[in-house]
């Protein structure tokens, strides 16, 4: 059963350990802060982090969709408790909305990452550098896609517009006249898991309805109370498709925090990076120095000035996230160093006066 959710022989391997300790391999479908849903050979399971984990979680993050795990059963009651996460392959994170150095994994594991954006009110171009930020840097293959095609005169010429920025491949895609499906099911092989994120309200619960063939996600078109809605889950649940692989709706994230994510930025603004080796000094800040490869590109409308402005407030965002990062860790061994010095001395106390 596992082997369809995406079980490999490198997962058995890896699962070992856990297996002598007569625990039990699954894969977390929903994410939920009590108890995920997990499934597993014995069936989904209702399952919780072990005190240990729990403790663990509150710096590293929580467990989450996608994540496959060990776990002690209780399956006549359909519950268990989870001991471990296996090392993740790929994992998509942001920023957490309450902290600027804390990492919240949006799905774990997974092999591609569908940028979802529409082709109507929501096509914009900054929001898409910054969704594909984090898309590169989760190790996954990022692919956009272009939903709600029939609301769109012209939509071949747009996607061309976005595939020449986009770096990677560009989809069309109507859930609404079943256009451009078979194209997106082919960038999911059998076993593979892919998320879909984007702005709520841009199509991804209709698609992935329409992937599926049935109103198994709950639509914006989908009001609570609804009879259609009844038999609706919600999203983040990651679901089998038709053709093997795996998918995971997420909620609209209207825009995503980076964080820790040079490389995906790079791979955004590689046509960037590829100037500045061209600039007469090494360090070129791209101001005023002479010889700039970078403002040569402006000036000669090589480069479009509202990207370039772009890159550079996510290059200064991901700076300031990493130095309030070293800012925190610092910190944090003070307050260390502080309790062990505290500590030291009331020990002295101690033994001065033994009744103390
Ligand atoms: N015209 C058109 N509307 C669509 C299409 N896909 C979704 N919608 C509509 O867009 C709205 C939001 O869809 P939903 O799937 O809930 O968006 P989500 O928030 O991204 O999951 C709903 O009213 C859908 O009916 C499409 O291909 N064409
Ligand atoms: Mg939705
Ligand atoms: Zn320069």
Redo the contacts with the bound molecule.
Sequence with gaps: MIEQYGWTDALQLAFEPHARAGHLAGRIIVQRREANLVVTDVGNLSARLSGRLRHEAREAGHPAAGDWVALSANAGEGTAVIHAVLPRRTSLVRRAADSVQTLQVIAANIDVVFV?T?M?ADLNPRRLERFLAAAWQSGARPVVLL?????CEQPEAQAAEIAALAGCPVLV?????G?GLGALMDHISPGETCV?I?????????????LLGEER?????IRAGDARGRHTTS?RHLVLLPGGGLIL?T??IREVGLIDADAGLSMVFEDIERLAPDCRFRDCRHGNEPGCAVRGALEAGLLDAERWAHFQKLSQELAASAQTKDRAAQEAERTRLARLQRAYRSNKKNLRDPSA
């Design positions: 979802v529409s109507n939903t709600k095609a029939d609301l895609v109507s859930a609404r006249q256009l879909l984007g702005s709520s309200g841009v199509g991804k619960s209709t698609l992935v309805n329409a996600m709950a639509t914006q078109d999203y709706d909620p609209g």
